[in-house]
């Protein structure tokens, strides 16, 4: 069984920038592609960012480069740095791994708060 542990949400003032983690307990990271996901209150999940196995990120377009994925498969570990944060950014944001169509793992989820 699979375990990813998001951590590094909280609450932030516009135009702060916060760094989200989130280590998986595999032992073959570097098959998975880690993504993280989203969802506001209402509203649907929403990709933000992924990252493939060769190290190539995507992202959500309406970003507009503010936030970077990366990942460290020596540590297990994939993060999420997020600058120039607005209120309409807040959300729990969600961890994601996926290798094929057989695994496909979900974190718990860290709340990420953004208001004044």
């Known amino acids: 069984q699979v375990h990813l542990v998001e951590s590094g949400g909280g609450l932030v003032p516009p135009g702060g920038s916060l760094r989200l983690s989130c280590v998986a307990s595999?032992?073959?990271?570097?098959?998975?592609?880690m993504a993280w996901y989203r969802q506001a209150p209402g509203m649907q999940r929403e990709l933000v960012a992924w990252?493939?196995?060769?190290?190539?990120?995507n992202y959500l377009d309406s970003l507009q480069g503010r936030f970077t994925i990366s990942r460290d498969n020596a540590q297990n570990t994939s993060r999420l740095q997020m600058n120039s944060l607005k209120p309409e950014d807040t959300a729990v944001y969600f961890c994601?791994?996926?290798?094929?169509?057989?695994?496909?793992?979900w974190g718990n989820g860290t709340l990420v708060t953004v208001s004044s």
């Open positions: 595999v032992s073959r990271f570097s098959l998975f592609t």
């Open positions: 994601n791994a996926r290798a094929g169509v057989m695994e496909n793992y």
């Open positions: 990252i493939n196995v060769d190290g190539r990120a």
